[in-house]
T-cell receptor, first 116, second 111 residues
Framework: DAGITQSPRYKITETGRQVTLMCHQT?????MFWYRQDLGHGLRLIYY???????DKGEVPDGYVVSRSKTENFPLTLESATRSQTSVYFC???????????????FGSGTRLTVV | RKEVEQDPGPFNVPEGATVAFNCTYS??????FFWYRQDCRKEPKLLMS???SGNEDGRFTAQLNRASQYISLLIRDSKLSDSATYLC????????????FGPGTSLSVIP
């Protein structure tokens, strides 16, 4: 089915482990984004990508790595997980990165990550 | 001052009531505006874009006031299913990393 999917839905990992969260979209949207959502902070941008092989840092990139070798995939890796990275992670895509009233974002259903 | 501010609420209103949310933004270069809805523990979903002249979608009306740098969302004839958090989203024209999500306003519609 067309859409944007994230996996896994839930993940528990230990401090210091490497974790990769997957995001896949079927619309061929140019723009993809990773956000984290925490109580008291709302949605904060981690990384974004304007096209394959083009990525850039958002507001809170430290401790995260992204890649985008194919337009449809935008994985997010926590190189060495810390408890402060316990959060809900949302991936989103957009045809034009929200540039214009007709180009909002579509979000995946999220990954709930707990670092113990 | 935060770039996008919203009254966190919660707004508790009876079914059938009219409720309005306001959102203020600080960047005068902002060009695109949206309202998103987020249900508990779910992803945000685009509710509506906000056009300069204001726009309506059924029971929902969005307004933009560039001079005062705020946008509003009016919900008429509230339904139980409208209970959610409403996020104001503001985007500058020139930078993709300047899409700013407001903290959200919580709405509970009570039977």
């Amino acid at each position: 089915d067309a859409g944007i999917t994230q996996s896994p839905r839930y993940k528990i990992t230990e401090t210091g482990r490497q974790v990769t969260l997957m995001c896949h979209q079927t619309w061929s949207h140019s723009y993809m984004f990773w956000y984290r959502q925490d109580l008291g902070h709302g949605l904060r941008l981690i990384y974004y990508s304007a096209a394959a092989d083009i990525t850039d840092k958002g507001e809170v990139p430290d401790g995260y790595v992204v890649s985008r070798s194919k337009t449809e995939n935008f994985p997010l890796t926590l190189e060495s997980a810390t408890r402060s990275q316990t959060s809900v992670y949302f991936c989103a895509s957009s045809e034009r990165g929200g540039q214009g009233p007709n180009y909002g974002y579509t979000f995946g259903s999220g990954t709930r990550l707990t670092v113990v | 001052r935060k770039e996008v501010e919203q009254d966190p609420g919660p707004f508790n209103v009876p079914e059938g009531a009219t409720v309005a949310f306001n959102c203020t933004y600080s960047n005068s270069a902002s060009q695109s505006f949206f309202w998103y809805r987020q249900d508990c523990r779910k992803e945000p979903k685009l509710l509506m874009s906000v056009y300069s002249s204001g726009n309506e979608d059924g029971r929902f009306t969005a307004q933009l006031n560039r001079a005062s740098q705020y946008i509003s969302l009016l919900i008429r004839d509230s339904k139980l299913s409208d209970s959610a958090t409403y996020l104001c989203v503001v985007n500058s024209r020139t930078s993709y990393d300047k899409v700013i999500f407001g903290p959200g306003t919580s709405l509970s519609v009570i039977p």
